[in-house]
């Protein structure tokens, strides 16, 4: 980082975070202790999984699907299968319905 005389920089968004998910909680920390971002270290971990905690909170998301070959009881007119962690829609997928099973 270059000092430009700056008290602080606010990270705007966390789209590349992905790409680098094991490291990204540990420079989140160590740039949250330094007091460099001004946005708050779990503000920043929390934006890597956050469909799960809005859910939680009652807020109406995608329905989400963890365990393989679980089923939420009723067929989906679209599907899009995705890692609980991605962004941009990598690595996405949206098999067709003659891809789906059953």
Avoid: I
Avoid at 40 to 68: C, H, I, K, Q
């Amino acid at each position: 980082m270059t000092d430009r005389g700056l008290a602080g920089e606010v990270v705007c968004d966390t789209w590349d975070s992905t790409a680098h998910r094991e490291e990204f909680p540990d420079w989140a920390c160590t740039a949250g202790a330094a007091r460099l971002p001004r946005n708050p270290t779990a503000a920043l971990e929390g934006g890597t999984e956050y469909l799960r905690d809005l859910a939680a909170r009652g807020v109406p998301v995608s329905p989400t699907v963890v365990r393989a070959g679980h089923r939420r009881g009723r067929p989906f007119a679209e599907l899009a299968v995705k890692p609980a962690v991605s962004a941009g829609a990598r690595p996405a997928l949206r098999p067709g319905r003659s891809a789906r099973p059953g």
